[in-house]
């Protein structure tokens, strides 16, 4: 888990199933082990009201685990963005009281409660648990473009170039922690950089 | 009598000057020889003629300056405004209240006549007059936040309350000590206000909000809070800070006094009437080492708070590289006597 920081940095918790017919689960990678954590606590016939969208990433790990839970809908993509416009239309045809979800890394959770924000959703309405890995996704502050997996610092924006501190500020917004040139003072300093967020 | 606008720039070969009025005049923050986080709010109250507080929004002679550079802003980069969508309400609220208050305040410069919902606003300095719909968007030719705010001095930011909470949903902000609007809109007071030191921990935020939430139509208050820029520079953005960090190398034994500037920004709250919103207008003003020293009790004072400020804060506010350099400066200007209680010069 990530270490005590700033108060705009999100606080992931753990899954518990929520009271409701609907659950709507978007997991990528290890996230797949929140939800079979979960489901052993779950109540007798929770599941068939479940839907599981999984990004298994290489490998396809944990797909057979989650599909053994035997949701009524389970869906495999390949990537967060292949996975986008199935869930707008799900959450634009969500009724009241479908519960969401998410579970997996820090981009996967960020970018899935983005799209639920849009669709109107209370972000404290959201379950989330962490797992894998704490690469970032940042928001080069100078440029605007997204840097996607940044696990050292500082990284280097994968649109202009600059050397950015990678904040804790994080924006549910945007999906993305701030990233602000490090060396804006005098270009010549170039601090070394470390691998921090595996 | 009205103002007499200067033609200054805040960029470039920063012409950028105070006026001998306007260096008394000027809002200096500290009341006492050092300097910590409070919650340093009070009633917004008209304070004497000749003071910044002659009026509760203020108008002065860089007024016109200071659009002309907030244009120059909008135009590198529209997203210093932003308006999240259920914001347009409050946006009208905040320019009927800077049209009210202007043209309260300086009726050879502004003028409002309204009949029922049809307004004409003439602006004299900026060459404007405008006939509109009150709450008719289509007939402005920008939403009426951006319409009013690129009329209005200072960066303007609308925050929603709801939740028990405040959320920064609006906002004009192009003269910002170092903070994005971009980054940080939809955000709630804590989440904001997350990078700042040490006010956190003393519970400075949780006090501040309970009060702001509190605000009366009618009764806005006040606080002032400061910083240091070097070279009279409005727009020191994140967004920029790759274009003006470099300037904090430049400061010298022989030009701290005509560099290094005391930024002050009178921010005040204000409950907007349809929207319930608050708005929160944060005015800066600057003024170079050379002209502020003019006065020598704010010599003095100034010296013992920037040589005695806490690590974090001369961190956050960016000091660090420059302090040692101003702070000997400023120490010739201090022959330790004694300073008197209050803000204003002896």
């Given amino acids: 888990?990530?270490?005590?920081?700033?108060?705009?940095?999100?606080?992931?918790?753990?899954?518990?199933?929520?009271?409701?017919?609907?659950?709507?689960?978007?997991?990528?990678?290890?996230?797949?082990?929140?939800?079979?954590?979960?489901?052993?606590?779950a109540p007798a016939g929770f599941f068939d009201g479940v839907e599981i969208v999984f990004i298994p990433g290489s490998g396809r790990k944990h797909v057979a685990a989650l599909e053994a839970l035997r949701p009524a809908q389970f869906h495999e993509a390949p990537s967060f963005a292949s996975l986008l416009p199935r869930l707008k239309q799900t959450l634009a045809n969500a009724h009241m009281g479908l519960r969401l979800y998410l579970a997996g890394t820090e981009?996967?959770?960020?970018?899935?409660?983005?799209?639920?924000?849009?669709?109107?959703?209370?972000?404290?309405?959201?379950?989330?648990?962490?797992?894998?890995?704490?690469?970032?996704?940042?928001?080069?502050?100078?440029?605007?473009?997204?840097?996607?997996?940044?696990?050292?610092?500082?990284?280097?924006?994968?649109?202009?170039?600059?050397?950015?501190?990678?904040?804790?500020?994080?924006?549910?917004?945007?999906?993305?922690?701030?990233?602000?040139?490090?060396?804006?003072?005098?270009?010549?300093?170039?601090?070394?950089m470390e691998e921090i967020f595996r | 009598?009205?103002?007499?606008?200067?033609?200054?720039?805040?960029?470039?070969?920063?012409?950028?000057?105070?006026?001998?009025?306007?260096?008394?005049?000027?809002?200096?923050?500290?009341?006492?020889?050092?300097?910590?986080?409070?919650?340093?709010?009070?009633?917004?109250?008209?304070?004497?003629?000749?003071?910044?507080?002659?009026?509760?929004?203020?108008?002065?002679?860089?007024?016109?300056?200071?659009?002309?550079?907030?244009?120059?802003?909008?135009?590198?980069?529209?997203?210093?405004?932003?308006?999240l969508p259920h914001m347009t309400l409050a946006g009208w609220d905040l320019l009927e209240l800077l049209m009210e208050q202007q043209a309260l305040g300086y009726p050879e410069h502004f003028t409002l006549t309204r009949d029922g919902d049809r307004w004409r606003w003439i602006n004299r300095p900026l060459g404007i007059d405008d006939t509109f719909t009150f709450g008719d968007t289509s007939t402005l030719p920008y939403g009426p936040m951006e319409y009013i705010t690129r009329q209005s001095q200072g960066d303007f930011c609308i925050l929603d309350q709801r939740d028990g909470n405040l959320w920064m949903d609006a906002g004009m902000?192009?003269?910002?000590?170092?903070?994005?609007?971009?980054?940080?809109?939809?955000?709630?007071?804590?989440?904001?206000?997350?990078?700042?030191?040490?006010?956190?921990?003393?519970?400075?935020?949780?006090?501040?909000?309970?009060?702001?939430?509190?605000?009366?139509?009618?009764?806005?208050?006040?606080?002032?809070?400061?910083?240091?820029?070097?070279?009279?520079?409005?727009?020191?953005?994140?967004?920029?800070?790759?274009?003006?960090?470099?300037?904090?190398?430049?400061?010298?034994?022989e030009n701290v006094g005509d560099k290094v500037h005391l930024r002050v920004e009178l921010q005040s709250f204000w409950r907007l009437p349809r929207s319930n919103g608050i708005v929160f207008p944060i005015r800066c003003y600057l003024i170079k080492m050379d002209e502020l020293v003019m006065q020598p009790k704010w010599a003095r004072r100034l010296h013992r708070v920037i040589r005695d400020l806490p690590e974090e804060l001369a961190t956050y506010k960016g000091l660090t590289r420059y302090r040692p350099t101003l702070v000997e400066w400023l120490s010739k200007l201090d022959d330790g006597s004694p300073t008197s209680p209050g803000f204003g010069p002896d």
């Fill in chain 1, 1 to 41: 888990m990530a270490a005590k920081s700033i108060i705009s940095r999100p606080v992931y918790g753990t899954l518990s199933p929520q009271p409701g017919k609907h659950h709507l689960f978007i997991a990528d990678a290890e996230g797949a082990l929140a939800i079979i954590d979960m489901a052993k606590t």
């Fill in chain 2, 1 to 83: 009598m009205g103002i007499t606008f200067r033609k200054e720039t805040f960029r470039d070969d920063f012409s950028f000057r105070n006026s001998p009025e306007h260096i008394r005049r000027f809002p200096f923050p500290f009341h006492e020889d050092s300097y910590m986080y409070a919650v340093n709010i009070e009633p917004h109250v008209l304070g004497p003629k000749g003071s910044v507080l002659e009026n509760l929004i203020d108008v002065d002679e860089h007024y016109v300056a200071e659009m002309q550079d907030r244009a120059l802003v909008l135009a590198e980069d529209p997203l210093r405004c932003q308006s």
């Fill in chain 1, 107 to 192: 981009g996967l959770i960020g970018q899935a409660m983005q799209v639920a924000l849009e669709a109107g959703i209370d972000h404290t309405s959201i379950q989330t648990e962490h797992r894998g890995s704490l690469a970032r996704r940042m928001q080069c502050v100078h440029c605007k473009g997204i840097t996607e997996n940044v696990t050292t610092q500082p990284a280097t924006c994968s649109h202009c170039g600059l050397l950015l501190l990678v904040r804790d500020h994080y924006s549910r917004r945007l999906a993305a922690f701030q990233g602000v040139c490090i060396n804006a003072e005098d270009r010549s300093e170039i601090p070394p």
């Fill in chain 2, 173 to 253: 902000v192009t003269t910002q000590a170092d903070w994005s609007l971009d980054f940080d809109i939809g955000m709630n007071f804590f989440e904001w206000h997350a990078p700042v030191p040490l006010a956190h921990e003393k519970g400075i935020f949780v006090r501040a909000l309970k009060f702001l939430t509190n605000i009366q139509q009618g009764k806005p208050a006040r606080r002032l809070n400061w910083t240091m820029t070097i070279n009279p520079r409005l727009d020191t953005s994140p967004e920029n800070y790759h274009k003006w960090g470099p300037d904090r190398t430049t400061v010298t034994a």
